[in-house]
Nanobody, 125 residues
Framework: QLQLVESGGGLVQPGGSLRLSCAAS????????IGWFRQAPGKEREGVSC????????NYADSVKGRFTISRDSAKNTVYLQMNSLKPEDTAVYYC??????????????????WGQGTQVTVSS
């Protein structure tokens, strides 16, 4: 069974930090691009960040540049999203996704093959 499981969400005050984890089960994340997406109530799903299969390139939405960092721990078959300086507008359900790709760049598009169940991030005082 192929699964992605997100964890690390929760309630945090504005300016605070969270680290989200995306763990793969049933397959290896090697040779997969991994993306983080989010969806707030009443809004379309949007791409947040992605990292290439070899971790040599990453991409970020303008709204999170300088605040979020994506990384990969291949030994743990896990990808992380470190979120700093959180704002109320970051409140959303965050999803991780994977797609097998040999290419050197990743895109913040929704054409990924495997998706997690999502984890809620709420930024509020």
């Amino acid at each position: 069974q192929l699964q992605l499981v997100e964890s690390g969400g929760g309630l945090v005050q504005p300016g605070g930090s969270l680290r989200l984890s995306c763990a793969a089960s049933g397959f290896t994340l090697d040779y997969h691009h991994i993306g983080w997406f989010r969806q707030a109530p009443g809004k379309e799903r949007e791409g947040v960040s992605c990292i290439t299969w070899n971790s040599r390139s990453a991409n970020y939405a303008d709204s999170v540049k300088g605040r979020f960092t994506i990384s990969r721990d291949s030994a743990k078959n896990t990808v992380y999203l470190q979120m700093n300086s959180l704002k109320p507008e970051d409140t959303a359900v965050y999803y991780c996704a994977a797609k097998r790709s040999p290419f050197g760049l990743c895109a913040l598009l929704t054409d990924y093959d495997y998706w997690g169940q999502g984890t809620q991030v709420t930024v509020s005082s």
